[in-house]
């Protein structure tokens, strides 16, 4: 992958996109193993196992058949047996993972039959780029705690907004008279997530900084620079900070849903704040019942918890992304094309 940006041939664009994009799912798994990610028991897995206890119980307890008729007092104690196994398994769970978070929430890009163009595969990467300084920022704040006593919980769902959108019509392979090549990119000392891989992928980049605000309707906002501005689910989020993709830098956001304990929303809010300087531009929150959340197999631990999604504005030096940025990439967002 180190050969695919910003100019590869058109002999390595016939085999080092396959070989990104394999790299770049083992590079997301990672970021989930980083915050110890899982999933909650589920349901069929949880009725197996306590039918097994229900007939442990009814023939060391109640000295009865599976299949018999219980009177209403052998009925409530074992009902009240199964609670308990249900309760200690779902709690034993929690202990051994870090939060909630599947991998079907990281909207990982699909690899079609089609393969994809130069500039989407860059976009791809500057995604990933931009959900490591998300996680990286989730596992500082956790510390490693378990899902009982960390302040995120879960992460319902994570969003990249602003990101360039290349068109499938686009040019598929690298404009002729350009050779392969990349450079290669110092690690970030303060980030947690590793080396480049293959000079892109790899440690995130930091951005400014500014004050959290309140809650706030979401009107759409389409940046200036190129077709920009609705990326996965929604638009951009009208921002405060009045900063706009420009000359020195391009602006993204990430919208971020998840599950924490309501006592530490400071705490979480200025834990994304001092890991790179993470701008909070919108947040809401309410609150959850925590014994629905039981019923459907996540167990949050003693605290009380709310749901709070915030939107970050995130800035991104184009000093350093133009390094391996494809032409496409730089001709949708204005900048100049160096001619050689």
Do not use: C
Not at 22 to 51: F, N, V, W
Not at 124 to 134: I, L
């Amino acid at each position: 992958s180190g050969e695919l940006f910003p100019a590869p041939t058109q002999a390595q664009m016939e085999t080092i996109p396959q070989l990104f994009y394999r790299q770049l799912k083992k590079k997301y798994q990672a970021l989930m193993a980083l915050i110890r990610a899982g999933s909650p028991t589920s349901r069929d897995e949880l009725a197996a196992s306590l039918e097994e206890e229900r007939i442990r119980f009814m023939d060391s307890h109640l000295s009865t058949r599976p299949d018999a008729n219980l009177t209403k007092e052998q009925r409530n104690s074992l009902e009240k047996h199964l609670s308990k196994i249900r309760m200690a398994t779902l709690r034993t769970h929690a202990q051994d993972i870090g939060l909630y978070f599947e991998e079907s929430a990281l909207n990982i890009p699909v690899f079609t039959l089609g393969a994809p163009s130069l500039g989407e595969l860059f976009v791809w990467q500057w995604r990933y780029w931009a959900v490591a300084d998300v996680i990286g920022a989730v596992a500082q704040i956790n510390n490693r705690q378990s899902a009982l006593t960390s302040p995120i919980k879960q992460v319902i769902s994570l969003e990249v907004l602003g990101l360039p959108t290349i068109l499938n019509d686009q040019p598929k392979s690298p404009p002729k008279g350009n050779s392969g090549g990349s450079g290669n990119i110092p690690n970030n000392p303060n980030s947690p997530l590793g080396a480049p891989l293959g000079a892109p992928l790899g440690a995130p980049i930091g951005s400014g900084g500014a004050k959290p605000s309140g809650p706030k309707p979401p009107p759409p906002v389409v940046p200036r620079g190129g077709d920009r501005g609705k990326n996965e689910a929604g638009m951009m989020v009208q921002s405060f900070t009045g900063r706009q993709s420009g000359e020195l830098y391009d602006v993204l956001q990430v919208r971020l849903a998840m599950v924490v304990d309501s006592q530490r929303i400071p705490h979480i809010l200025d834990g994304f704040a001092a890991y790179n300087f993470f701008t909070v531009i919108d947040l809401q929150l309410q609150p959850m019942d925590k014994l629905l959340a039981l019923h459907d197999g996540y167990d949050y631990g003693p605290s009380s918890v709310s749901q709070m999604t915030v939107v970050f504005d995130v800035a991104w030096l184009r000093s350093w992304t133009t390094e391996f940025m494809p032409d496409d990439v730089k001709s949708m967002l204005g900048i100049q094309i160096e001619t050689k």
